[in-house]
């Protein structure tokens, strides 16, 4: 009922930003959050960032301070500005929808820190 496609994945040096994008269509209507989840290789999955239909965020530790989740005025696209970029944030970035019938994924987009 619900697709996600990502964008604005890429190869950033250190300190470098990058500012991702997931659109939202088909049944939106429901949708009462939406996130970034990111997997490095050989890790799990976890949260980025969150954030709810009410405007609610929530972000990872790690990212806090560095990272801003937002969404566009109609809240079918969520975007992830992405400052201060390390190393350590390179994985896939997946976008993530819920909805009462449970979650929807995006395919998502690497994104790659390195010198």
């Known amino acids: 009922q619900v697709q996600l496609v990502e964008s604005g994945g890429g190869l950033v040096q250190p300190g470098g930003s990058l500012r991702l994008s997931c659109a939202a269509s088909?049944?939106?209507?429901?949708?009462?959050?939406m996130g970034w989840y990111r997997q490095a290789p050989g890790k799990q999955r976890e949260l980025v960032a969150r954030?709810?239909?009410?405007?609610?965020?929530n972000y990872a530790d790690s990212v806090k301070g560095r990272f801003t989740i937002s969404r566009d005025n109609g809240k079918n696209t969520v975007h992830l500005q992405m400052n201060s970029l390390k190393p350590e944030d390179t994985a896939v970035y997946y976008c993530?929808?819920?909805?009462?019938?449970?979650?929807?994924w995006g395919r998502g987009t690497q994104v790659t820190v390195s010198s």
């Open positions: 993530k929808a819920d909805d009462y019938k449970g979650p929807y």
């Open positions: 088909g049944s939106i209507f429901n949708i009462y959050a």
């Open positions: 954030i709810t239909s009410g405007g609610s965020t």
